[in-house]
């Protein structure tokens, strides 16, 4: 891993498996990391405190990188799958969100963390991580676009952020599949729960920035 501000240079990082205790600060990395990036403010920190309660959600999967007692990253994961044209399904993962501190981040902790959960996926059987998500973050960690697999969206739609990962190469075999994700973000049109959880952090002022021009545009383009 490149860590490149000597700021940043002289303590450990390391990986371990995320603890109850954590949840609130991973919370606030979530809600810092997120900030504006897809929308004025965020709901990711909130996702992430329904999504625990989930059965879809693999706490053996949820992982923080911390640097120096301070947590810097994580990463968390969903049971989706994959569904044949007989509507067969094949269970696969989904991570997301991850988050890596403004702090810290282009540095590779994102890189790092991901490779790290990989491997303890693939320990668990998994073969494939199918993700949404901006393909400049994921292409260097073994994602392609969903399209080279033949994995779509219902009406065969294969979004530009629609993202695979196979764990063990070969897993897909071409056949086309449908993603279905898991219902776990359903809940989360309660606005009023929402707000109520976000009046728990400090304020933060919410505003534009270019990243949600570039997420618009990922979010709403397909390959052909
Ligand atoms: C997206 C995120 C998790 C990536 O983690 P990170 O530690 O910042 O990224 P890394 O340093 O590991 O870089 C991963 C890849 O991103 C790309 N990347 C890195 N720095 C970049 C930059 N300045 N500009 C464009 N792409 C860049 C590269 O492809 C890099 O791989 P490479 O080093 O092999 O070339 C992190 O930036 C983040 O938390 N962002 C805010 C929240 C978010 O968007 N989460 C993802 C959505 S679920």
Not at 32 to 60: L, S, T
Not at 128 to 154: A, D, M, Q, W
Not at 202 to 214: F, L, Y
Request: aromatic content about 14%; hydrophobic content about 35%.
């Amino acid at each position: 891993m490149s860590i490149q501000n000597k700021s940043h240079s002289n303590e450990e990082f390391a990986i371990r498996p995320e603890q109850p205790a954590d949840y609130r600060a991973v919370e606030e990395l979530t809600r810092e990391a997120f900030w504006n990036e897809y929308k004025p403010g965020c709901d990711e920190h909130y996702y992430i405190h329904v999504m625990r309660d989930h059965p879809d959600f693999i706490p053996q999967l949820a992982f923080v990188m911390t640097h120096g007692g301070r947590i810097a990253a994580n990463i968390m994961y969903l049971r989706s799958w994959l569904e044949d044209e007989n509507g067969i399904r094949k269970e696969t993962l989904s991570f997301g969100p991850i988050s890596v501190h403004p702090d810290y981040q282009r540095r590779g902790l994102g890189k790092r963390i991901m490779s790290h959960s990989f491997a303890a996926a693939r320990a668990m059987g998994y073969d494939v991580v199918v993700i949404f998500g901006n393909p400049e973050n994921y292409v260097t960690s073994g994602f392609r676009s969903s399209k080279h697999f033949n994995v779509c969206l219902e009406g065969g739609i294969f979004p530009t952020a629609l993202l695979v990962h196979e764990l063990t190469e070969g897993a897909l075999d071409g056949r086309r599949y449908i993603y279905r994700e898991s219902d776990c973000f359903a809940p989360l049109e309660d606005r009023a729960a929402f707000e109520a959880f976000e009046a728990t952090f400090p304020p933060k002022e919410a505003g534009w920035q270019p990243s949600q021009e570039k997420f618009w545009i990922y979010s709403h383009s397909s390959i052909r």
